[in-house]
């Protein structure tokens, strides 16, 4: 594990090259982990991809003769090796990552860059629906907008580049492909991902805690439905 | 108790201090773009540190106070409205702010706080997302705002130690510390003046420089981004991430400006000049130590000076 500074108020952890599943589920149990020590001055914590990533209120640490960066890192390292020890004993892994299933209405007006992704990975769009939908998802990070999950997994037969001019406004609930990713529009927004879907689910509820449906780690499904059952959940 | 927005400004949000906490579900901290002078705006009215207030931009709003109000102002300057000390409206009485005349963004604390609900944690507007403040928006004509206990009564004589502010100018010298792609872009950054440019908002101040800087390839995978961060997108013109940027980024990151000096940026304004200075990572703590002792001992200097 490297720990870099970012700024003067930031550490972070790398926990590995890629966003691998074992370095998913590394990043999501340091988060925990940290998060459960509650350490007063210790602001945010990020979990994004392979890293991460704390912030911390240096005016919290400095004075009393310890330096905030060496402090943060201290507790960050103590962090990882409860981590590795308890991965370590039987049933250590993998607990209690959720797995989350968010039904979306391909193609027509929810979905109308689904014919444009369609030639453009040389498939017809019942097989981009087919595959979207039966792929396994890993949640790398939440991010862009709030709310918004970046999603791992995405089959490399469905990989399209992003368009080349962003939408001045994507509608809430929109699933869209951006490179090796897919993701979820969490409100109205500009955007410039191709959309192929839409879900009814609410994504991001700032009136909740936490706001948001989905974590980083988090499993998640695609299950088709049609416009009519889009309409129940609405 | 409460005020009324007559007439806008140009972009004026309710604000505190952030909600810090969220970033992992992709919601930045967001808060004043210039904290030490809305910090120091509610020690003047008696008011704890992170009270939610007025952050007015450029062009300031005119309000109607309907009872009498302790209020203050610090940050930019407006014409004809005192900075740095607490004043009374009287009830009925209107404020015009008009165009300021230094700076970029005022800060108008109201004793006893501006009461709008706490979304996630905070008070503060996040335009984007369309949260906190009054609707998750910049406020309108006609706006009424909670202002519960603005009738407090400031006991004494006595005036603020203006050496406590940031060093605000229209070319600041601004203090980075080093970022991770530092080496392979050389120190471009700390030998070229660059300009602000009217694309700067709450997300970032986008500065130009006179010849683009050389970039490197994005990250292969986003990371986590902080207020102060530098991005270095493709076309070689820097933006230093602000209070309400997104939390996920994946352009070289050239270096961070110092917590104590974004106050500084949160008062520039389109065509100023920015210069950077690169200081330890040792002395970035230092002075927000010293920042944040100077404004506890402020607090403890007011702390019996209102009724």
């Given at each position: 594990m490297d720990l870099l500074p970012l700024g003067d108020c930031g550490v972070v952890a790398v926990l590995g090259g890629e966003a691998d599943e074992a370095t998913l589920g590394r990043v999501r149990e340091l988060a925990a982990e940290i998060a459960a020590t509650?350490?007063?001055?210790?602001?945010d914590i990020v979990p994004a991809y392979a890293r991460v990533t704390v912030v911390y209120d240096p005016a919290r640490f400095a004075g009393s003769g310890t330096r905030p960066f060496q402090t943060v890192c201290q507790l960050i390292t103590w962090c990882a090796a409860r981590v590795e020890a308890r991965s370590a004993e039987p049933r250590g892994h993998g607990g209690g990552v959720r797995e989350v299933e968010i039904p979306v209405c391909y193609g027509g007006e929810f979905g109308p860059d689904l014919q444009e992704v369609a030639q453009l990975c040389s498939l017809a769009p019942e097989e981009i629906i087919g595959r979207h939908s039966s792929a396994h998802y890993r949640v790398h990070a939440i991010g862009f907008v709030p709310g918004f999950p970046y999603l791992g997994g995405l089959p490399p037969s469905l990989h399209a580049p992003r368009r080349s001019t962003p939408r001045s406004s994507v509608p809430a609930g929109s699933v869209g492909i951006g490179g090796a990713q897919t993701g979820i529009y969490p409100f109205e927004t500009p955007g410039g991902w191709r959309l192929i879907g839409r879900t009814p689910l609410k994504i991001f509820r700032p009136r909740e805690t936490p706001p948001g449906l989905l974590r980083a780690g988090d499993r998640v499904r695609f299950r088709a439905i049609d416009a009519k059952e889009f309409a129940a959940w609405s | 108790m409460e005020l009324k927005v007559m007439r806008p400004g140009m972009l004026t949000t309710v604000q505190d201090l952030g909600r810090p906490g969220m970033r992992a579900e992709g919601i930045p901290a967001g808060g004043a773009m210039d904290a030490p002078a809305l910090r120091i705006a509610n020690l003047l009215v008696g008011n704890e540190e992170c009270a939610a207030g007025l952050e007015v931009t450029l062009v300031g709003p005119e309000i109607e106070f309907a009872a009498e109000t302790l209020i203050a102002f610090g940050g930019a300057e407006f014409e004809s409205i005192p900075n740095w000390r607490p004043f009374r409206m009287r009830a009925g009485e209107r404020l015009h702010m008009g165009p300021a005349v230094r700076g970029c963004r005022g800060y108008m604390a109201v004793a006893g706080g501006i009461a709008v609900e706490t979304v996630l944690g905070g008070r503060g507007t996040h335009l984007q997302a369309g949260i906190g403040g009054l609707e998750g928006r910049a406020l309108r004509a006609g706006d009424v705002l909670p202002t519960p206990q603005a009738s407090r009564k400031v006991i004494g004589r006595w005036h603020l130690d203006e050496r406590i502010l940031p060093e605000y100018g229209d070319s600041p010298v601004v203090r980075i510390v080093r970022g991770a792609h530092e080496r392979e872009l050389g120190n471009a950054l700390l030998t070229e003046s660059f300009t602000v440019t009217n694309q700067s908002d709450r997300m970032g101040i986008r500065l130009e420089a006179a010849a683009p800087m050389r970039s490197a390839e994005p990250a292969a995978l986003s990371g986590a981004v902080l207020p102060g961060s530098i991005q270095l997108p493709p076309d070689g013109q820097p933006i230093v991430l602000m209070a309400d940027a997104q939390t996920l980024g994946g352009y070289p990151l050239i270096g961070h400006v110092i917590g104590p000096d974004l106050a500084l940026l949160a008062q520039v304004r389109a065509g100023d000049k920015v210069t950077f200075r690169e200081v330890s990572l040792d002395e970035a703590h230092a002075l927000a130590l010293a920042r944040d002792k100077a404004i506890g001992l402020l607090r403890h200097g007011l702390a019996e000076k209102f009724a």
């Open positions: 509650r350490a007063p001055g210790i602001l | -």
